[in-house]
């Protein structure tokens, strides 16, 4: 009933002058209520946008895939299904990144499934760059060796085993250290 009556205009001025927390609650609440398509997306997104700027990056990734479950076309749905996957990634969700790729690719035809791996593959590798950069060195290594389950190229996987190496040592983490030293022996 309510959504028949509440146009985008009307919401955002409901929202106006609110509170990050009073408009997320107003929101999550017009969710509940029947809208038209592109009523219910705009609200997605007003609350992706909030739960992204508040530092919620799982709540807003789930924002964008509600947006892809409602969406019509594939390129929509493969956009926000890559949306929410770079932001699992930031917020270190790596099996909800992996089922929101999942569900990317299942909408894709092939050449799209290329660059929609190629696009996460360097999520990962951006997000472990600022791991490094803010000295978190131990969720660095995580993403890192994330990457080394992915394709990727031996170029690529010796630079990332090189830089695996130098955060086990810095980390302390010498049995990790040991076994990915004697791994990359073996291999050259």
Not at 123 to 137: D, G, S
């Amino acid at each position: 009933m309510l959504g028949e009556m509440l146009s985008k205009s009307e919401i955002e001025e409901n929202l106006c002058g609110k509170g990050d927390y009073v408009q997320i609650d107003y929101l999550d609440r017009l969710l509940k209520e029947k809208f038209p398509r592109d009523t219910k997306k705009f609200i997605y997104l007003k609350l992706a946008e909030i739960h992204e700027g508040l530092g919620m990056l799982n709540e807003a990734a789930k924002m964008h895939e509600g947006i892809a479950a409602i969406s019509v076309t594939f390129s929509e749905k493969i956009k926000t299904f890559v949306k929410a996957t770079e932001l699992y990634i930031k917020a270190g969700f790596f099996d909800k990144a992996d089922y929101a790729m999942k569900n990317a690719m299942a909408e894709a035809n092939a050449v799209e499934r290329n660059e929609i791996y190629i696009a996460i593959k360097n999520f990962y590798k951006r997000q472990a760059e600022a791991y490094e950069k803010e000295l978190r060195r131990n969720n660095a290594a995580r993403i890192y060796e994330k990457l080394l389950e992915m394709n990727i190229s031996t170029i690529e996987r010796k630079e990332i085993k090189e830089k695996l190496l130098k955060l086990y040592e810095k980390l302390g983490k010498l049995k990790e250290f040991n076994l990915l030293k004697k791994f990359e022996e073996r291999e050259f």
